[in-house]
Structure formats: C-alpha cells, structure tokens
C-alpha cells in the first residue's frame, strides 16, 4: 500500500519483534496429504533483481531457519531439505548461469559440514523436477521442505496444488505466526464467494504449534 514501508506482513512482524530478516515459508498438502513445505529466499522483489540478492549468507540463514522450524516446531528430528537452483537447469553446469555453482553449493557444503547428522541437505535442483519427482513418488514424500530461491518458485507449486489448504507461516521470529497463503481479495467483499480454508488451515495449524511449544516447556 502507498506509505507503508514494507514488502508485506512478515518484514512488518519481523520489525515489530527485531528480527532483521524473517523467512516467509508456506506449508500445505500434496495430492496424496502428504506435507509440502517451501521457504523463500527472496520475496516480494523484481524478478530482475533475484540474481544479486542470491547472496551466501542469505541462503545459509534461509536454510538454518527453516532447519530450525522443522526441527524444534514440527518436531522432525532429522530434516531432508531439499534446494532449489536459480536457474534452468539449476544452471546445466554453468550454461545457463553461475549462482548454483558460485553460491548455493558453496552454501549447502558448509551446511551439509555443520549439520552433519541432524540434517540432509540435498540440491541445487532444478525445480521443476523436483516438485514433479516428489509428487510421483508412491510413498514416502522426498523431502520435508524444500528452499526456493524466489517467490513464484515455491509458490506456484504449492497454490497450484493445495490453494485453499496451505498456510503461510513466518518463520524465525519469537512468535507463533500463520496466515492465509492469498492476498486479501477485496474484490469478493460483500459477494458470499469468498472461502475461509485458508483461515481455518491456518488457525489450526498455530493452535498445534502453541501445544508443541507448551509441551517443549513442561
């Protein structure tokens, strides 16, 4: 909106609490109900502008937070995170760009170094097999989230997938905060089409993570 200094809900919540850079994740169902989680690495930037913003640090915070998230919210012990290139490809080794080899595999290297046995970091990858290869698999699901490198990447799978179901989930910041995966929708007020699934997948999904969090503290 015109004078509000933010990009969205989550660099407000972020500044309200003093955390520099919250993660914005969403977590839904795939079509068999099993977990599809995303974090974003950038958000809500041009497109021309992902490039220079697929920085080191960047994608090593974007991951430990969401290691974070998965291990002490959602109580997943051992995580499998999957990432995912920037490019086509996820760059055809350097064809068609240099961000996977220059950036996030130097990241994932540290990490895979840091996490050892308390998580499994897989990628670069190209998304679009990645989403296609863990909606085929008949049973176990290939990973428990997965990082993407810009809004659209992990949006579209999941809106595409579970719309009314996914919820979006901040993460990083010292409280419980879910909301609903769309925008506010000004165009269905007053018309009794809107639908609250999203609102209710949402306000479960923090009512679950408040006991997790209460239970961790008895």
Do not use: W
């Not at 609490?17 to 099993?34: K, L, N």
């Not at 080191?56 to 012990?77: F, G, K, Y």
């Not at 086509?88 to 961000?99: I, R």
């Amino acid at each position: 909106a015109r004078g509000f200094l933010y990009s969205g809900h989550t660099d407000f919540l972020g500044a309200l609490c003093g955390v520099e850079e919250p993660i914005m994740a969403f977590t839904g169902e795939d079509v068999r109900g099993r977990p599809l989680r995303v974090s974003l690495v950038t958000v809500h930037v041009p497109l021309s502008a992902v490039p220079g913003l697929i920085r080191r640090e960047r994608v090593l915070r974007t991951i430990r937070i969401s290691h974070a998230a998965l291990r002490d919210q959602l109580r997943i012990a051992a995580p499998r995170i999957t990432v995912c290139g920037l490019n086509p490809h996820a760059g055809e080794g350097g064809l068609f760009g240099a961000e996977e080899s220059r950036v996030i595999l130097p990241a994932l290297r540290v990490l895979r170094r840091r996490f050892a046995r308390q998580a499994e970091i897989l990628g670069p990858l190209p998304s679009d097999t990645l989403f296609a290869t863990h909606l085929l698999a008949r049973r176990q699901a290939r990973f428990d989230a997965v990082v993407c490198m810009y809004h659209d990447q992990g949006l579209i799978p999941v809106k595409l997938i579970d719309f009314y179901g996914t919820v979006n989930l901040s993460l990083g910041l010292p409280i419980i905060r879910t909301s609903v995966d769309h925008g506010v929708a000004y165009d269905l007020v007053g018309t009794g089409r809107a639908r609250p699934d999203s609102m209710v997948a949402a306000l479960r999904l923090a009512d679950s993570m408040a006991k997790r969090r209460l239970r961790g503290n008895s």
